[in-house]
């Protein structure tokens, strides 16, 4: 069982794990895949969100294997693995169970399904576009609000699925730079 640090605690001096985490070192933090709780790498619930803890890792090695070994038993919880930066960047892995892997945001199957629905209302807003500038007057104001509103909310989901192919680009980049420490 790997140490584990307590997230905040007003006793200790300084009370933040982040100042108290080595520039080397990784922290892993568990949550339920259902409920959002944080959890610690057994799958159990912490009491009080003041006790939360992370799992301090001296290598992302022996982070990685760890948390692999945590979803194993505890097939419910996602472990995201984090250097010592902490949450200030987005997790440099995120390890589920692997028959809960097609479940998540960030998988291929979800983009391409964001993907289809984003240009599926594209298109339907031109029609309806188009239909208000050809009604025009007061008869057009509801299939232009529509159109322009399944003009947006696919653009928006399109722009999602560009925000997470970065956010990948960037976690990449970050784990080379581990790499090749």
């Known amino acids: 069982m790997p140490p584990t640090l307590r997230l905040?605690?007003?006793?200790?001096?300084?009370?933040?794990?982040?100042?108290i985490i080595a520039a080397s070192q990784f922290a892993a933090f568990a949550r339920d895949l259902d409920t959002g709780a944080a959890c610690d790498l057994e799958g159990r619930p912490f009491a009080d969100?003041?006790?939360?803890?992370?799992?301090?890792?001296?290598?992302?090695?022996?982070?990685?294997?760890?948390?692999?070994?945590?979803?194993?038993?505890?097939?419910?919880?996602?472990?995201?693995?984090?250097?010592?930066q902490g949450r200030a960047n987005a997790p440099l892995l995120?390890?589920?169970?692997?028959d809960r892997a097609a479940e998540g945001?960030?998988?291929?199957?979800a983009a391409l399904k964001r993907r289809i629905i984003a240009w599926v209302l594209i298109a339907a807003s031109v029609p309806m576009l188009v239909l208000a500038y050809v009604i025009g007057g007061a008869q057009s104001v509801l299939p232009g609000f529509l159109g322009?509103?399944?003009?947006?909310?696919?653009?928006?989901?399109?722009?999602?699925?560009?925000?997470?192919?970065?956010?990948?680009?960037?976690?990449h980049e970050r784990l080379k730079n581990i790499d090749g420490r």
């Open 8 to 19: 905040h605690d007003p006793g200790r001096r300084p009370a933040n794990w982040t100042e």
């Open 49 to 84: 969100s003041g006790l939360a803890t992370c799992a301090v890792f001296d290598s992302f090695r022996e982070a990685r294997s760890a948390c692999e070994a945590a979803v194993l038993t505890a097939p419910g919880i996602q472990v995201d693995i984090f250097d010592a």
């Open 94 to 98: 995120t390890v589920v169970h692997p």
């Open 105 to 109: 945001e960030d998988s291929p199957r």
């Open 148 to 171: 322009l509103n399944l003009l947006i909310v696919g653009g928006r989901l399109l722009w999602f699925n560009l925000a997470l192919r970065e956010t990948e680009r960037a976690r």
